[in-house]
């Protein structure tokens, strides 16, 4: 009978180092644990912290700060600022790769946000986005749901 060799089992750990280094497993441990692909909206955003979701809502205020660390861009969903369910966060080194001024692009206009949700020192709920492609402009919100309970013919 063959006993198991130390070697065999350095030779196999290696292997699965090269595949994690080479993305094989990379994205599954990088999302591992990451809850992905829930819609809320900006209310609901705050029951989700921590969370990687998409949160939806009407850009009601936008805004770029300029006396604020990072010169952020603020785009307030549902309400304007300070009454805002959620704010979008474009930190200005991101702002270069946006075709527009997103305080311009995106204001008045519902948009779909997918990110981490976090909060701010105040504790107001924000996702912050470091990539176009997070925010989707959405031709109308999404439909409510509706009582399906059938109204009785009249007599």
């Not at 009454?83 to 946006?98: G, H, P």
């Not at 997918?114 to 402009?137: E, H, K």
């Not at 959405?138 to 509706?146: K, S």
């Amino acid at each position: 009978m063959k006993t198991f060799q130390p070697q065999h089992h350095s030779w196999l750990l290696v292997c699965l180092l090269a595949l994690i280094a080479l993305g094989g497993f990379g994205t599954w441990f990088a999302t591992a644990g990451v809850k992905v692909g829930q819609t809320l909206s900006g209310a609901d955003a705050l029951k989700h912290l921590g969370e990687t979701n998409t949160v939806c809502g009407l850009v009601a205020g936008a805004r770029f700060v300029h006396s604020t660390r990072g010169n952020p861009t603020y785009l307030n969903l549902d309400h304007p600022f300070p009454n805002q369910t959620c704010a979008v966060v474009i930190e200005e080194t991101n702002r270069t790769k946006f075709a527009a001024a997103p305080e311009v692009a995106f204001t008045g206009k519902w948009v779909c946000v997918t990110g981490l949700i976090t909060t701010n020192y105040r504790g107001s709920v924000q996702i912050p986005v470091s990539d176009p492609a997070q925010i989707v402009v959405q031709d109308a919100p999404p439909a409510t749901p509706t009582n399906t309970t059938a109204a009785a013919p009249a007599p």
